[in-house]
């Protein structure tokens, strides 16, 4: 038995569908629902000659006219029949084509002059954790390309900043603020990015001092001096990690953080084979830090070295504070520091009240 709607019945008012993919995923890799939607379509629209995702739609046979859509027409397309349309943005969303449509059907909307179609967004792809770092490469690429500024910049040169930067970071989590720790972290983040980016420029150096600059490069040339990309950096970042976490990636456990900072000792001193406890202890660091960070060293090593008694100068005095206060599991950079943020705050205090 079939059931006829009623003779004033209002014809179904058919469906636009703006298609959006994100141009950080791979064209091609659309979801099932954005592959059935475009198969099943009356109409598919794309404005931009040059989408990435024209060839796999061509290649799925989904056939696909160049115009710039018209609101108005479309509307009255898509209620002719009840037709769906799927318009495919611009790469990235932002087409004068694009805006036109979706402000004249937004208009078209609050007019209430016609009956409106369906309006959906589907999203055929989405991003990735951590996608918008591809956006930074880029647009550090292009700063390194274009700046005149940024195309000249060193690692030397840029050594001061990275320090300035950590600093800050620092103090944005002593404060607490969090929105200033998420600015921080991207200025570290940036420094990272930069450097990575000034490495891609390197040459390495022949490896005769006089050889001409313009010749080939010498395939004796020493490999360590030579470019590397952010990329190398991540992938050296992940191996060190997964090496030092067998109880993640591996077979071993770890029940504790004192049977995971052991495990991550232990695996350290085998990647760098080092001889003294006193190597990769950097001795630009703040000097309490430095204290500290030595007789860490020493303890866990189980040497029993003494402190120097030297003149008895407050030198002394500090040293045998920090390797005190790193003893009793307390940074002692940080605490002078929260001294040091009370001395602050009671001078201010001192200050208003004299005014």
Known sequence: MTTEAPLDAPAAPGRIVLLTASHRVAP???????????RSADRVLCADPAHPQLPYLYEAGVRVSRETPDAEELVAYCADGARTVVVVPSSEGSGEGDARLTDGLARLAGSYR????????????YDLPGARLLDLVQVMDR?????????????????K?????????????????????????GDVLL???????IAEDAVPAPADAGADPDADADPDADPDQGPFSIDDVAATLIDKLIHRHPHVFGDETAATPADVKATWLRTKAVEKQRTSV????????????LAAKLAS?????????????GDGGVGYQLLALAARAEADGVDPETA??????????????????AA
Do not use: K, N
């Not at 016609?114 to 792809?125: A, F, K, R, T």
């Not at 390194?144 to 840029?158: A, F, I």
């Not at 866990?300 to 120097?308: I, K, N, Q």
């Not at 002078?336 to 009240?353: K, Q």
């Open 297 to 309: 060293r020493t303890r866990t090593a189980g040497l029993a070295v003494p402190l120097p008694p």
């Open 161 to 185: 900043y990275g320090i300035e930067e950590a600093y800050e970071l620092v103090e944005a989590i002593e404060a607490g603020d969090r929105t200033e720790l998420r600015e921080e972290l």
């Open 28 to 38: 091609g890799l659309l979801s099932w629902p954005a592959w059935q939607t475009l």
């Open 143 to 159: 700063i390194r390309r274009e700046c005149p500024w940024s195309s000249q910049q060193t690692h030397e040169g840029l050594a």
């Open 336 to 353: 002078l520091r929260a001294a040091a943020r009370a001395y602050r705050d009671a001078i201010l205090a001192a200050e208003a009240g």
């Open 114 to 125: 016609v009956q409106m179609p369906d309006l959906e967004l589907l999203p055929g792809s």
């Open 191 to 197: 420094q990272v990015v930069f450097h990575a980016r």
């Open 278 to 289: 006193t190597e990769g202890v950097p001795l630009a660091q703040p000097a309490l830090a």
